[in-house]
């Protein structure tokens, strides 16, 4: 049987994978938050665990270093997705890609005024697609964390970021003003691997599914 390689990323997105690598036969040997080792061995002697950075995972993918990753659709969004098999929403990792501004900055009457706006933002292909669809004309300002920071010390007027339960919008005396699109976790299959490698790939493709409808079934009953 094909050997396979699955990249992932610590925190939250491993801990929502963890369920669905074990519905298809997959558990880590080991803990990535308490061990050093960035290649897990799993108790299948075939398929093993890469952890890489979250924005790397397509990139592992896409290169065939490894044959499957789970990656954000905002990583995919920023990365273009050549190269990548995208079946499944895994729903996972959910959240929403927002516009965020200062509590005391009129978001909308800039809009109107057509005032030209200093975003700060790490998804910058994301923030360039949403302002040129509403015809602004923006600054964008590239930062890698910490994009709450950017309003309150004058860096920019406003923020393009991830929001999931809008506390640390609160806490920074921030607004989210503008939803861009709802986020979640991808399962991408390099198309190389899955033409040569599919009679090992299926299966794990058809156990994650049957394991999110069952979670969805779950979710949707009352």
């Known amino acids: ?26 558990v880590a040997l080991d803990d990535p938050e308490t061990s050093r080792k960035l ?14 950075r979250a924005s ?24 273009g997705g050549s190269g990548l098999y995208q ?3 895994l729903h996972i990792a959910r959240c929403r890609m927002m516009v ?25 292909h994301t923030a360039r697609e949403h302002f040129a669809e509403k015809g602004m004309h923006v600054d964008l300002i590239k930062l890698y964390g910490s ?8 860096l920019a007027e406003a923020i ?9 919008l609160k806490a920074n005396h921030l607004k989210a003003v503008e939803e861009i699109m709802p986020i979640s976790a991808r399962l991408i299959i390099n198309q190389a691997a899955l033409k040569l490698k599919r009679t090992t790939i299926q299966p794990m493709l058809d156990a994650f599914s049957a394991a999110i409808a069952q979670c969805e079934e779950t979710t949707a009953q009352p």
Request: charged content about 25%.
């Open 1 to 26: 049987m094909a050997s396979i390689t699955i990249a992932l990323s610590k925190g939250r997105i491993f801990d929502d994978t963890a369920p669905l690598l074990k519905a298809a036969g997959v």
């Open 147 to 154: 994009m709450e920071l950017a309003p309150l010390v004058g």
């Open 100 to 124: 965020a501004v200062r509590d005391d900055f009129d978001y909308e009457s800039a809009v109107r005024r057509g005032a030209r706006l200093r975003v700060a933002t790490k998804y910058l």
């Open 160 to 168: 393009v970021d991830l929001v999931s339960s809008g506390n640390t």
């Open 87 to 89: 079946p499944l929403d």
């Open 56 to 79: 790397d995972v397509p990139t592992y993918v896409q290169y065939g270093a490894a044959d499957m990753g789970i990656a954000g659709k905002d990583v995919l969004l920023e990365h």
């Open 39 to 52: 290649i897990l061995a799993t108790n299948r002697d075939n398929v093993r665990l890469i952890i890489v």
